[in-house]
């Protein structure tokens, strides 16, 4: 199975913005991507339906033609994690109903999936979304803030996803809207620390993502 896991050092740092990109720019390189953002929280109530506004995102930037209940099986209003909003709906869901639900209708594709929160965040009644990347097995690609304190996130997390096995192929430092101190330079001090792939992203000037990340997600050619 081909794609990727796409996970934060925390909630808005940029995940969706990355993945939707990414969805973007493999499709008009011609390769199908199914997007799944399996559960959300945080979903706005229009016409008496909770819309997953991350989800519908992937959706058209992948332009997906299955259904948006497909992209996200379960909503939540509530703007919290969502196992927590699974609970306040009086609702169980599991990592396997996840994985179940990533995994539906997707064997013809490039696999998208973007998680909810930060790595360890509580995804499920049973897991952190930590636990649906190890049920995918996809590799992990990693979005954070770049920004003074991201060195040390970056390396718990990275640290984090090689304890649970998993391939971390890259970190996107994604400039959000801070004025970097001019003497601070994380993607060098990251590359000397991680055996990864390092690339900055400023979703304020750059049209394109590094060429570079798309050749790391796609991995090498099959033979």
Do not use: W
């Not at 799944?36 to 989800?55: F, H, N, Q, T, Y």
């Amino acid at each position: 199975m081909r794609g990727v896991f796409i996970t934060g050092t925390s909630t808005g740092v940029g995940k969706t913005y990355i993945a939707a990109l990414l969805a973007k720019t493999l499709t008009e390189k011609n390769i199908s991507v199914i997007p799944r953002k399996p559960v959300e929280s945080g979903c706005e109530s229009i016409d008496g339906a909770l819309m997953p506004a991350d989800a519908q995102t992937l959706k058209q930037a992948a332009g997906y033609s299955g259904k948006l209940s497909a992209v996200c099986r379960y909503r939540f209003a509530p703007p919290v994690s969502p196992a927590r909003a699974a609970r306040l709906a009086s609702q169980t869901i599991t990592t396997a109903q996840l994985a179940e639900a990533c995994l539906h209708e997707s064997e013809n594709g490039f696999m998208l999936i973007e998680g909810a929160g930060g790595f360890y965040s509580p995804l499920s009644a049973d897991g952190l979304n930590a636990d649906l990347a190890i049920a995918l097995q996809l590799p992990v690609l990693l979005v954070a803030d770049n920004a003074l304190g991201v060195l040390n996130q970056v390396l718990l997390n990275a640290e984090a996803i090689n304890r649970r096995g998993l391939d971390l192929i890259a970190v996107v430092l994604n400039n959000i809207g801070h004025n970097c101190n001019e003497c601070m330079d994380n993607a060098a001090d990251l590359r000397e620390l991680l055996s990864c792939k390092v690339y900055v992203y400023d979703q304020h000037q750059d049209k394109n993502l590094p060429a570079g990340l798309i050749n790391t997600v796609l991995g090498p050619p099959a033979d």
